[in-house]
């Protein structure tokens, strides 16, 4: 051999070196995880980061993701406590926590756990009847996951949560119920009419009772406003009235006054006599006495008029 072909059996065997070593380098993802085994046998579990395996020793057993995975089943027939079969789908939210235990703990755990589903969901329908199947799915829920939680531990598998997505009874069921949920429907409609009704009533009766307060508050003040304008123009014209007798008087004493100070005779003090008289006269009275002084100064006074004309 010569130093040619020594130098491209070297260079053959390192290039077929680079690429055993690059095969064998390996990067693991965030949130995944690899299973190693060394001669068959378990080895390590591989997390995020750069990793080298030892070529023909080791190999990567199982690349396990470590995220929340759902699980949608489809519908499954389960028989009620009071023999009512129905078809429930369920969804089971699930997370692997132990990768040596999801690769080594369970052949399958994908199915196994869709058959340990199915199995505790008809033993929890089992014990309930159609009315509670159809009310208790909080209840339905907690149990099933409680029990696949602890079932699963062995699998390396951590159940979250699970839902019942739909339960569905017979057609002849389904048709009962709704008939059933129309007549509620109806009867709440009736009750709500009924107190609507009522309620407006009670409104409009009320509205009466306030207007009739109104009303007879309103004639209340109208009453005393009347009152009160009757008071003020009787004040008044009694104040009139009084005024007037004050100037009548307050004339007379003039009058009088006068008189006094002009020093009348007998003469003229029997003139203002007769003219009282005659005030006298123009009232109602039928018969009037005259003093016979009276009647003189009434000649006297007749005599000076027909000589006047």
Same mark, same amino acid.
């Given at each position: 051999?010569? !130093?040619?072909?020594?130098?491209? $059996?070297?260079?053959?065997?390192?290039?077929?070196?680079? /690429?055993?070593?690059?095969?064998?380098?390996?990067? =693991?993802?965030?949130?995944?995880?690899?299973?190693?085994?060394?001669?068959?046998?378990?080895?390590?579990?591989?997390?995020?980061?750069?990793?080298?395996?030892?070529?023909?020793?080791?190999?990567?057993?199982? @690349?396990?993701?470590?995220?929340?995975?759902?699980?949608?089943? !489809?519908?499954?027939?389960?028989?009620?406590?009071?023999?009512?079969?129905?078809?429930?789908?369920?969804?089971?939210?699930?997370?692997?926590?132990?990768?040596? &235990?999801?690769?080594?703990?369970?052949?399958?755990?994908?199915?196994?756990?869709? $058959?340990?589903?199915?199995?505790?969901?008809?033993?929890?329908?089992?014990?309930?009847?159609?009315?509670?199947?159809?009310?208790?799915?909080?209840? /339905?829920?907690? *149990?099933?996951?409680?029990?696949?939680?602890?079932?699963?531990?062995?699998?390396?598998?951590? =159940?979250?949560?699970?839902?019942? %997505?739909? /339960?569905?009874? !017979?057609?002849?069921?389904?048709?009962?119920?709704? %008939?059933?949920?129309?007549?509620?429907?109806?009867?709440?409609?009736?009750?709500?009419?009924?107190?609507?009704?009522?309620?407006?009533?009670?409104?409009?009766?009320?509205?009466?009772?306030?207007?009739?307060?109104?009303?007879?508050?309103?004639?209340?003040?109208?009453?005393?406003? @009347?009152?009160?304008?009757? *008071?003020?123009?009787?004040?008044?014209?009694?104040?009139?009235?009084?005024?007037?007798?004050?100037? =009548?008087?307050?004339?007379?004493?003039?009058?009088?006054?006068?008189?006094?100070?002009?020093? !009348?005779?007998?003469?003229?003090?029997?003139?203002?006599?007769?003219?009282?008289?005659? *005030?006298?006269?123009?009232?109602?009275?039928?018969?009037?006495?005259?003093?016979?002084?009276?009647?003189?100064?009434?000649? &006297?006074?007749?005599?000076?008029?027909?000589?006047?004309?």
């Amino acid at each position: 051999m010569g !130093p040619v072909e020594i130098v491209i $059996t070297i260079a053959a065997v390192l290039i077929v070196l680079l /690429i055993l070593i690059i095969r064998n380098i390996h990067v =693991v993802q965030q949130s995944r995880a690899y299973v190693i085994e060394r001669l068959g046998a378990f080895h390590a579990i591989w997390e995020v980061g750069l990793h080298f395996k030892v070529p023909f020793l080791d190999r990567v057993a199982k @690349k396990v993701t470590l995220k929340e995975q759902v699980l949608d089943y !489809p519908p499954q027939p389960v028989i009620t406590k009071d023999n009512v079969t129905m078809q429930i789908d369920t969804v089971v939210y699930f997370q692997i926590t132990d990768p040596k &235990l999801y690769a080594y703990g369970v052949e399958q755990p994908m199915m196994a756990m869709e $058959t340990l589903t199915a199995t505790t969901l008809r033993n929890i329908i089992g014990d309930l009847e159609l009315d509670q199947t159809l009310t208790s799915r909080d209840v /339905i829920n907690t *149990k099933m996951r409680a029990i696949l939680d602890v079932a699963t531990d062995p699998w390396g598998i951590k =159940v979250n949560r699970v839902e019942l %997505k739909n /339960i569905l009874p !017979p057609q002849d069921i389904q048709n009962s119920m709704e %008939k059933q949920m129309k007549a509620e429907r109806d009867r709440r409609q009736a009750i709500l009419q009924a107190e609507g009704q009522k309620r407006s009533q009670i409104l409009v009766a009320e509205g009466e009772k306030e207007a009739a307060i109104l009303r007879a508050d309103a004639e209340k003040q109208a009453a005393i406003l @009347k009152a009160e304008a009757e *008071k003020q123009a009787a004040i008044l014209k009694a104040d009139g009235e009084a005024q007037a007798i004050l100037a =009548v008087q307050k004339a007379t004493a003039d009058a009088l006054a006068l008189l006094n100070e002009a020093a !009348p005779n007998d003469q003229v003090v029997k003139l203002k006599a007769l003219e009282a008289m005659q *005030k006298v006269a123009d009232g109602k009275a039928t018969k009037i006495i005259i003093p016979s002084e009276i009647q003189g100064l009434a000649g &006297l006074a007749a005599g000076i008029v027909e000589s006047a004309k």
